[in-house]
C-alpha cells in the first residue's frame, strides 16, 4: 500500500539543496535543469504547480524501507506539483533534461477539471495494470504511453511506426510498472524479437508495430 511519511519523518531537515536551485531557477527563467533533480520530496511543505515545457518528470512516493512507486511519468504539457493540503503527497525528479514553467496556484475551473480529470483516469489506468495485467502487458502499455506524450513519426521506418527518447531506465520502468529490472528487459527483447518494437539504443525506441503492440496490451495478443 502506498503511504506518504510519517508526520515527524516530514519534518526532519530542510529541503534538498538541488531542489531548492530547482526551484529558484524554474521561477526566475524556466531554466533546463540536468536529468535526477529533485524538484520537491513526498511529506515536506507543499511545492509549487509546474507545466512540463521539455523533457519528463517522474512522481513516486516511497516506503519506509526504501520501496518505491513511481505513480507517473509527466511529460510536455502536463502539470507536476498539483495537489490539496499543506504537505506534497509525493516526491518529482526530473529523468532527462527538463524545462519547467511556475502554473499559478489557483488554475481557472476548466484547467482544474481538467487536469484532475486527467490524473484520476491515470490512477486508475495504473490501478488496473498493477492488479491485473501480465508482465508484457503492463511493458506494451507502458511503451504506449510514453509514445504517446514523447513520440515521432519514425524516419526510414513503415508508415505508423514512431520513435521516441526513452527517460526512465529499466530500473525506473520497474519501479513504475511493479516488475523486478530483470522481467523488464526480458519483455523488451520478447517485444522486440516478435517484431513489435526495436531499439538500438538502450534509451531510443521505435514502436514498429502500435496497433499490434495495443492489442498485447489490452490482453487480446498473447506474446510468443
Known amino acids: 500500500m502506498l503511504t506518504m511519511l510519517a508526520e515527524g519523518e516530514a519534518r526532519k531537515g530542510p529541503p534538498l539543496p538541488a531542489m531548492m536551485g530547482a526551484e529558484r531557477k524554474s521561477r526566475a ?20 504547480q509546474y507545466r512540463v515545457l521539455e523533457g ?8 519506509t524501507d526504501g520501496r518505491r512507486q513511481i505513480i507517473d511519468l509527466v511529460g510536455p504539457g502536463r502539470l507536476v506539483g498539483l495537489g490539496f493540503g499543506d504537505r ?42 498493477l492488479g491485473r495485467k501480465t508482465a508484457p502487458e503492463r511493458v506494451a502499455s507502458a511503451l504506449l504511453d510514453l509514445a504517446g506524450q514523447f513520440g515521432r513519426p519514425a524516419r526510414q521506418q513503415k508508415r505508423g511506426a514512431v520513435t521516441f527518447h526513452l527517460f526512465p531506465t529499466r530500473t525506473d520502468l520497474a519501479d513504475w ?48
Open 177 to 224: 510498472l511493479g516488475l523486478t529490472v530483470e522481467t523488464v528487459s526480458r519483455c523488451f527483447t520478447r517485444l522486440k524479437k516478435a517484431g513489435l518494437i526495436d531499439f538500438q539504443h538502450s534509451d531510443r525506441v521505435t514502436l514498429l508495430e502500435p496497433l499490434h503492440l495495443a492489442r498485447v496490451a489490452a490482453g487480446d495478443r498473447p506474446l510468443s
Open 88 to 129: 506534497n503527497r509525493y516526491s518529482a525528479e526530473t529523468l532527462g533534461l527538463t524545462r519547467l514553467e511556475p502554473v499559478a496556484e489557483t488554475l481557472s475551473p476548466g484547467d482544474l477539471e481538467a487536469s484532475l480529470g486527467e490524473m484520476l483516469a491515470r490512477s486508475q489506468a495504473l490501478a488496473m495494470l
Open 29 to 48: 527563467e524556466n531554466a533546463l535543469l540536468p536529468p535526477r533533480t529533485t524538484l520537491f520530496l513526498e511529506g515536506f511543505s507543499r511545492s509549487p
Open 56 to 63: 519528463c518528470v517522474a512522481t513516486s512516493q516511497t516506503l
